[in-house]
């Protein structure tokens, strides 16, 4: 199979917490992104990582990726009820495809 | 703009029956997507496009085939669904120029008994 590998694949904390969630694929990549997507609806990106940067925030979100160990991770801190859903990471190889994750699966609970 | 759309969002069919889905984006990508998702599997890719008039396979083609007759839209068939069909099918589109960060549609739920 070509899908990367996430970490853990179920979550669960408090609202308030930090959650971080990981990420491996297996190829060389052009840049990594991760999606999330709420019960029963499509992904929705959240935000994208070249692969000649560690690290990038967006609001409460913040990406570091480690192209040595072909590894990437999420973390969402302060989270809230609103948060809970799937996350997927999906690194782009090239050509326009995007290999997915199998996705954590984030509770908060309030 | 309503970005991605899907038609149907349910359907049912019976074993050895055909059907068409209907992605349609108004964002004038080039690239379009279909993926299926199933429980524990992440989403895998079927099949795509990178211009009207172009198709290739992605990592899960066997039992489907797409047509891009219109930069617009992208229709996946299933000629013959089987049980193994069942899954929620998705539709995603990106721009050509990079970083190719992709725009999906709400999903078509299809259950084939």
């Known amino acids: 199979s070509q899908q990367g590998e996430e970490d853990p694949q179920a979550l669960s904390i408090q609202e308030g917490e930090n959650a971080t969630m990981n990420c491996s694929y297996k190829?060389?990549?052009?840049?990594l992104q991760w999606y999330r997507q709420n019960s029963g609806r499509g992904l929705v990106h959240l935000i994208l990582?070249?692969?000649?940067?560690r690290e990038k925030h967006s609001g409460r979100l913040r990406v570091t990726l480690d192209t040595s160990k072909k590894s990437s991770s999420l973390l969402i801190t302060a989270s809230r009820a609103a948060d809970t859903a799937s996350y997927f990471c999906?690194?782009?190889?090239?050509?326009?495809?995007?290999?997915f994750g199998q996705g954590t699966e984030l509770s908060v609970k309030p | 703009n309503a970005g991605v759309t899907q038609t149907p969002k349910f359907r049912v069919l019976k074993t050895g029956q055909s059907m068409t889905l209907l992605c349609a984006q108004d964002?004038?990508?080039?690239?379009m997507y279909w993926y299926r998702q199933d429980p524990g599997m992440g989403l895998r890719l079927i099949h795509y496009?990178?211009?009207?008039?172009?198709?290739a396979k992605g990592e899960v083609p066997d039992g489907y085939n797409v047509s891009r007759l219109k930069k617009q839209n992208f229709l996946l068939g299933l000629e013959s669904a089987a049980p193994s069909q069942t899954s929620v099918y998705f539709c995603?589109?990106?721009?050509?120029?990079?970083?190719?960060?992709?725009?999906f549609g709400p999903g078509t739920r299809l259950t084939v008994t």
């Open positions: 995603a589109s990106s721009s050509s120029g990079g970083p190719y960060e992709q725009y």
């Open positions: 190829t060389s990549i052009n840049n």
């Open positions: 990582i070249r692969s000649n940067e």
């Open positions: 999906a690194s782009h190889q090239g050509g326009g495809k995007l290999i």
């Open positions: 964002m004038n990508h080039e690239y």
């Open positions: 496009s990178v211009g009207e008039g172009t198709t």
